[in-house]
Nanobody, 124 residues
Framework: QVQLVESGGGLVQTGGSLRLSCAAS????????MGWFRQAPGKEHEFVAR????????YYADSVKGRFTISRDNAKNTVYLQMNSLKPEDTAVYYC?????????????????WGQGTQVTVSS
């Protein structure tokens, strides 16, 4: 089992940047594929990005491709989400999640463990 804690959220203006971190404890992070999701008020969880166990493969939602970068440091048991060129529609609670699966991995049901979330607000 792994415990996940997100940090780095906050209030930023349109066009600004934030870097989210997800610190893991318990089982070694390299065991898991890691993902980031977000949930805006009144909406379902939305897949944002995922990264393979080694960090060699990444995949992004079209809505963030070219603006967000997911990375991981398995030695530090931490996953990151660098968010650039932020837009008001990026406003949401951002969650990191861990999965033991190797395929799919773009829906909430594919992930086994979740953090508590961190709020990102982008002002216009």
């Amino acid at each position: 089992q792994v415990q996940l804690v997100e940090s780095g959220g906050g209030l930023v203006q349109t066009g600004g940047s934030l870097r989210l971190s997800c610190a893991a404890s318990g089982r070694t992070l390299s065991t898991y594929v890691m993902g980031w999701f977000r949930q805006a008020p009144g909406k379902e969880h939305e897949f944002v990005a995922r990264i393979s166990r080694s960090g060699g493969t990444t995949y992004y939602a079209d809505s963030v491709k070219g603006r967000f970068t997911i990375s991981r440091d398995n030695a530090k048991n931490t996953v990151y989400l660098q968010m650039n060129s932020l837009k008001p529609e990026d406003t949401a609670v951002y969650y990191c999640a861990a999965s033991l699966r190797l395929v799919g991995l773009t829906t909430r049901a594919d992930y086994d463990y979740w953090g508590q979330g961190t709020q990102v607000t982008v002002s216009s």
